[in-house]
Structure formats: structure tokens, C-alpha cells
């Protein structure tokens, strides 16, 4: 497991990004060069809060987005999707995604204080 942010980011043609970052600063700087490499200019990136397993959720994400919508270039690119839905998406992902990491974690816990009886 790797912790990280998924994003969704935009062009001015509306073709979408989807990716993982451990620094959204940075990549977001680093995300104008990568539009511009394919032909395209970034409108706006939005990031989603820290995960504790990111791989995870971006599969998930671009698994989702690929069965609707035709690829641009490479598997993380989209035309076609809404912006703000598909961050929303992205975002209800992490949620329930860290939902399930606190439960996870609070039945470790709770058998691991069992066990210890």
C-alpha cells in the first residue's frame, strides 16, 4: 500500500486526467508540462484528500471511466466525462475508502486487545 491523493484534472478542451500524487503542489506545476506534452493546455486540477492505499482507488477510478468514455491518449486520459462529477466520483471513492481504513483498523484493534486477554 502506498498513501497518496487521486486527482481529476482538466483541459481547456475538456479532456480529463486522472492520476495519484504524493505531492499535490508539485505536481500540480508538474501537470501543465504533461498536458502540454500530448498537445493540450491545463485548465484546473482538483485533489482529493490522502489515502492510505491510492493504487487502489485510481484503478478503480480509470476501471469506471474507461466502460463510458473513450480514451484520449494512454489510460489516464478521457473525453468525455464531466469535470466536477468525475471528481465528485473520486471523491466519494476516497471517503468510502478511508471509511473502510478506520474500520478496518478499529477491528485490529479490537482483536488484537482480545487477544491479548
Not at 482529493?48 to 482507488?57: G, K, M, P, T, Y
Not at 484520449?72 to 475508502?97: H, I, S
Request: aromatic share 8%; glycine share 6%.
Amino acid at each position: 500500500m502506498r498513501p497518496g491523493h487521486l486527482y481529476v484534472a482538466i483541459s481547456h478542451c475538456g479532456v480529463l486526467k486522472i492520476g495519484r500524487t504524493d505531492h499535490p503542489r508539485m505536481r500540480a506545476k508538474t501537470l501543465k508540462q504533461s498536458f502540454k506534452l500530448v498537445g493540450l493546455s491545463l485548465k484546473d486540477v482538483k485533489f482529493c484528500d490522502c489515502l492510505e492505499d491510492v493504487f487502489v482507488a485510481e484503478h478503480e477510478l480509470i476501471r469506471i471511466l474507461k466502460g463510458r468514455f473513450k480514451n484520449f491518449c494512454g489510460r489516464e486520459w478521457f473525453v468525455g466525462p464531466d469535470y466536477n462529477a468525475t471528481f465528485q466520483l473520486a471523491a466519494t471513492m476516497t471517503k468510502e475508502q478511508t471509511e473502510l481504513e478506520i474500520s478496518r483498523n478499529k477491528l485490529r484493534a479490537h482483536l488484537t486487545k482480545k487477544g491479548k486477554k
